[in-house]
């Protein structure tokens, strides 16, 4: 069955609208580890938008299940991994500008800048994750620069404006796992997934681990956090 990291970095989004203290993302990760969540993920952009750095400390002298950092592949951003040491490190692309990540990394052109940071975060100790758009070259290229694991964009099947689209995403998705188990990677999956569309990319199997954030504090909102992260561990689960 697959894991379920929840991301938090929305409850920080909430805070940070007020500059206030609450609420708080660190408790919130203590309420989606009591929810079940296997992981607990962040991202600490480098406009520090919604997660900032003490978040980032606490989190990793508090959670009793694996922290999982995303960021962008920068030398500040490396640096702090470093110092901090999350369980795992996921690099993604990142533009000041976005509102959200809008796509993977191009790891097959950026294969030279990317190595240097892959290669000091795995000497650091750190399981390193790329985020990739489901691209078979793409899942060659993280195979080829020494990742541990991708974590497919899902994006553009969340995205997709009908069933045809849907399913011609959802088979790219199929393609990529199945090259990344080949090549023997460990092969997460995230973006834009939410109670409605998880099931058919869960049924896919071959998937360590799903990412999500947005739609579990969209729901927390409404009915809280620990079960709204019970209610997706059982889609992940029941798939």
Known sequence: ???????????????????TSEPDPVTAAALAELGGADGITIHLREDRRHIQDRDVELLRQTAKVPLNLEMAATDEMVGIALKILPDAATLVPEKRQELTTEGGLNVALLREPLKKHV??????????????????????????LG???????????????????RQKELDKIAAAIRAGNKLGLKVHAGHGLTYFNIKPVAALGGIREFNIGHSIISRAVL?????AVREMKALVGDA
């Not at 069955?1 to 500059?19: E, Y």
């Open 1 to 19: 069955m697959a894991l379920l990291g929840v991301n938090v970095d929305h409850v920080a989004t909430i805070r940070q609208a007020r500059g």
């Open 119 to 144: 290669d000091l975060l795995r000497q650091g100790g750190i399981s390193v994750s790329l985020f990739i758009d489901p691209d078979l070259e793409q899942v060659k290229a993280s195979h080829r």
């Open 147 to 165: 990742a541990d694991a991708v974590e497919i964009h899902t994006g553009s099947y969340c995205d997709a404006a009908c069933p045809l689209t």
């Open 223 to 227: 009915v809280g956090l620990e079960r």
